[in-house]
């Protein structure tokens, strides 16, 4: 059969759809705000929020901070600093120092965007040193996987991405599993930065701003949030709405999506207001995919706030003609601004800037910190140490409590309902003699799982009563399945469905630049995960509804024995499914994955973030849910972290040691 997505933006305009309700009740609030102390009531509530969407940070240790190096230039001096952000794991970064200090100067943090040399990119140079030879002190650090700090240095895997974005999705993915956010980790790193900054002699730590571009920009509007040291900031080519980056199907990466941003109502905007009215300066670029439309928006929404506040001079907005980057434009709009805020004279014109080579900025002697601190932890081990802990710490739960755990995590309400669906018009298949009999299922407003049957005779217009049925829940279509012989076979009395739950199959995205691998680590199945997590509500949950939903209508239909098989990522959801229903007798699972465990003590994998869960491993594993359906389960040719088939034997002892019952594993 030939694939086919007739339901190609279904996911996109229902996400569409969500975040504009949710973006509209933020409007209704903001426009509700008359007088002072509305509007501080609003700042602290969006402070609390945001706070609870970054979790809690870990007890400060030790920076051990030391230097490494100093290179004296006309004007201004570069101090190479390496301190550790957490133990044993160590951040690079530049001071730079206005020459002839007399007294104390005003302070800025820089944070880098997405460049692969970190802090040694051009733009990121060249404001450091247009702000030193301005009179500040200024620290920029690397963020994880840029610079100085690569993180795949020591591995060889086949696994492991090309490309910046992809390593930092590898990187925060999978660290979900634990409960941990990788945008959390990126802001600690910042604030440890802040620390170090603020303990130096020459700093004035009541004049601190903190500025970057794009991942640097979202660094600088995060950590000004979170940490109020920060006196002001200008982040740069990133501001905009949620709703223009969904609406433009604009991924962003595994950092910068905070869980449940979209749960608490909250916005770009909110991570200004949440310490209003501290000055603030919106940078943007005509031509950049962070669309300046948003931006404008945004620093609407602010100024009415500081208005309200007394303080409407202090938010101000620059939007230079340039694409994505910190180009020159801007850098001089920020110096302006930073220079007026921290009161200090001078011109906002950038002076003579000349460049380093990434070599002499290094913090390290090779180049990188893994290679020179043998003590060093890569992010991906300190995710596995936390996961290993995790597992001992956790209790075998009740089926009960596991039932209940589940349905909240995947934010899934128990409903006896029968959906309505809808007749789609069959297909006939030449070369197969079939009938392709097709449903759409609305298992919620706005979501249709395509339902197959199959017969040879003549089309079905309508779900034939039955008693005994398989629901099958695919890998990546109904149609691949079919083809590859991996739906299971009719037998005499016994109906054969397939579902095309959302996200696959007919409903398969076709957006974001219309990706042709499935997997890309960048694409259409990572971004409506995103959405899923900004929102609390699980993109694996939806797919659990639809499996439910689903199941509820057959028994309408008369199905009391039903049979529902998963393959591949469809064992995932239909593994969750059959521990929720009450409507299935049998479960038998295809190439299913055996643990989350081995996802997060892995270096790199190939199960998709749209399949995991947040905080699934203070909880419960796979195999709680395989111990719960005992008796009535069946996995047939398990896969491992990386999809590959599972060898028999070590399949035996890695069963062994997640507690397994090896009857219920067999291979083909």
Not at 432 to 455: D, K, M, W, Y
Request: hydrophobic share 35%; net charge positive.
């Amino acid at each position: 059969m030939k694939e086919i997505t007739p339901y190609g933006h279904m996911i996109q305009d229902y996400y569409v759809n969500k975040l504009r309700v949710v973006m509209n009740d933020r409007s209704k609030k903001l426009t509700s705000i008359k007088n002072r102390k509305d509007a501080e009531k609003y700042v602290s509530d969006v402070r609390s929020k945001i706070k609870k969407c970054f979790g809690v940070f870990p007890a400060k240790t030790p920076l051990n901070a030391k230097t490494t190096g100093v290179l004296k230039k006309d004007g201004y001096s570069i101090e190479k600093i390496v301190f550790e952000s957490r133990p044993g794991f160590y951040v690079s970064a530049n001071l730079y120092l206005p020459s002839g200090i007399k007294g104390k100067v005003p302070a800025v943090l820089g944070a880098c965007g997405h460049s692969d040399t970190g802090k040694a990119a051009e733009p990121y140079q060249s404001f450091c040193i247009g702000l030193a030879l301005k009179g500040f002190a200024v620290l920029i650090y690397d963020p994880i996987e840029q610079g100085e700090r690569q993180q795949y240095l020591r591995e060889k895997h086949p696994l492991i991405p090309e490309g910046l974005c992809a390593k930092h999705n590898m990187s925060g993915n999978h660290m979900q599993l634990a409960g941990e956010f990788f945008g959390s980790w990126r802001v600690w790193d910042g604030i440890r930065a802040l620390d170090y900054l603020l303990s130096r002699p020459e700093v004035d730590t009541s004049r601190v701003g903190m500025t970057g571009n794009s991942g640097g920009g979202t660094l600088t509007s995060f950590i000004g949030a979170l940490d109020e040291r920060i006196t002001m900031t200008a982040p740069s080519c990133y501001v905009t709405t949620y709703l223009h980056n969904i609406e433009n199907e604009l991924p962003q990466d595994a950092e910068q999506n905070p869980p449940g941003f979209f749960k608490y109502g909250l916005d770009m905007g909110d991570l200004f207001l949440a310490h209003a009215p501290r000055p603030t300066l919106l940078l943007a670029q005509k031509n950049d995919f962070f669309d300046p439309r948003g931006t404008e928006k945004t620093f609407t929404q602010i100024k009415r706030i500081y208005r309200i506040l007394g303080h409407e001079d202090d938010v101000e907005s620059f939007t230079g003609p340039d694409s994505h980057g910190y180009h020159l434009k801007n850098r001089e709009a920020m110096y302006k601004f930073f220079l007026k805020h921290a009161g200090v004279k001078g011109k906002a014109a950038e002076p003579e800037i000349k460049l380093e080579t990434h070599e002499n900025l290094s913090v390290s002697k090779s180049g990188q910190l893994l290679t020179d601190f043998k003590n060093a932890h890569p992010i991906f081990e300190l995710t596995a140490g936390k996961a290993v802990e995790l597992r001992k710490k956790r209790k075998v739960p009740s089926i009960k409590e596991l039932s209940k755990t589940v349905s909240s995590m995947l934010a899934v309400k128990m409903t006896d309902s029968v959906p309505h669906y809808r007749k789609i018009r069959e297909r006939y298949e030449d070369e197969l003699f079939l009938f392709v009999n097709r449903f759409a299922v609305e298992s919620e407003p706005g979501i249709q799982a395509i339902l197959f049957s199959f017969t040879k005779n003549a089309p079905t217009h309508f779900l034939d009563m039955g008693k005994t049925a398989v629901l099958h829940i695919p890998h990546l279509s109904t149609r691949s399945d079919f083809n590859d012989g991996k739906i299971p076979a009719h037998e005499e009395g016994t109906t054969v469905f397939s579902l095309d739950i959302r996200g696959i199959g007919e409903t398969a995205a076709v957006s974001c630049g219309f990706p042709e691998d499935f997997f890309a680590p960048y694409e259409t199945d990572f971004f409506y995960g995103c959405c899923g997590s900004l929102m609390q509500e699980p993109y694996l949950g939806g797919k659990v509804k639809d499996i439910l939903m689903t199941l509820n209508l057959l028994k309408s239909a008369g199905f009391n024995d039903i049979t529902l098989s998963g393959r591949g990522l469809g064992a995932v959801p239909a593994v969750f499914a059959a521990l929720l229903s009450g409507n299935v007798k049998k479960t038998i699972l295809c190439n299913a994955l055996l643990s989350y465990q081995e996802l997060a003590e892995a270096i790199a994998y190939k199960w998709p973030f749209s399949h995991m869960l947040f905080g699934v491993l203070k909880k419960f594993d796979l195999p709680d849910v395989f111990t719960a359906l005992k008796g009535k389960l069946s996995i047939v040719d398990p896969w491992d972290e990386q999809m590959r088939l599972w060898n028999k034997k070590p399949c035996a002892v890695h069963c062994g040691e997640l507690g397994i019952d090896k009857a219920v594993i067999s291979f083909s």
